[in-house]
C-alpha cells in the first residue's frame, strides 16, 4: 500500500502497457495482413481461409490492445479531466448561486460580508446559529423551542 492508502498500481500499468502494445502490433499486422491478402486475392478457386481468419480477427486484439493501453492510463487522464474540469465546475457553482456555492463548491462569500449573519439563538443539538425568529435548526432541523 501506499502513504495514501490506496493499492500499488506500477506493476499493473507495466504490464497493461507491454502486453497492450503487444496486441495492438501484432493484431494490426495480422490484420494488415489478412487485407492485403483477401483483397489482393486474384483468382477466388478457393477461399483463402487463414487470411480471412486474419482479416477478421486481426482487428479485434489490435482494439483489445488499444483498450488495454487506455486502462494503463486512466489515472492520469483521470487528473488531468479533474484539473480541467473543476475550476469551471467552481465558478459555475459561484455564478449560479451568486457567491453561496452549491453543497460547498464555489462559495465565495461568507457570512460576515453578506451581512445576513444570523444572530439569534444557537441550536443545543449541533451549535448552528440560527435566525432570530427560526422555530428550526437551519443546521440539524431540530426544534430550537
Given at each position: 500500500m501506499t502513504s495514501n492508502e490506496l493499492p500499488e498500481t506500477a506493476r499493473t500499468r507495466l504490464g497493461l502497457r507491454l502486453v497492450g502494445l503487444l496486441l495492438l502490433v501484432g493484431g494490426g499486422?495480422?490484420?494488415?495482413?489478412g487485407i492485403?491478402?483477401?483483397?489482393?486475392?486474384?483468382?477466388f478457386d478457393s477461399p483463402p481461409g487463414l487470411a480471412i481468419a486474419a482479416f477478421l480477427g486481426g482487428m479485434p486484439v489490435a482494439v483489445v490492445g488499444l483498450?488495454?493501453?487506455?486502462?494503463?492510463?486512466?489515472?492520469?487522464?483521470?487528473?488531468?479531466?479533474?484539473?480541467?474540469?473543476?475550476?469551471t465546475l467552481k465558478q459555475s457553482a459561484a455564478y449560479l448561486s451568486d457567491g453561496e456555492g452549491i453543497m460547498g463548491v464555489g462559495r465565495t462569500v461568507?457570512?460576515?460580508?453578506?451581512?445576513t449573519a444570523a444572530n439569534g439563538p444557537y441550536c443545543r443539538s449541533c451549535g448552528v446559529r440560527n435566525d432570530e425568529d427560526a422555530r428550526f435548526c437551519d443546521g440539524c432541523g431540530s426544534s430550537l423551542a
Open positions: 499486422a495480422v490484420f494488415a495482413w492485403t491478402t483477401v483483397f489482393g486475392h486474384d483468382g483498450g488495454m493501453l487506455n486502462a494503463s492510463t486512466i489515472g492520469a487522464q483521470s487528473r488531468y479531466v479533474a484539473g480541467e474540469t473543476m475550476p461568507d457570512d460576515q460580508q453578506r451581512g
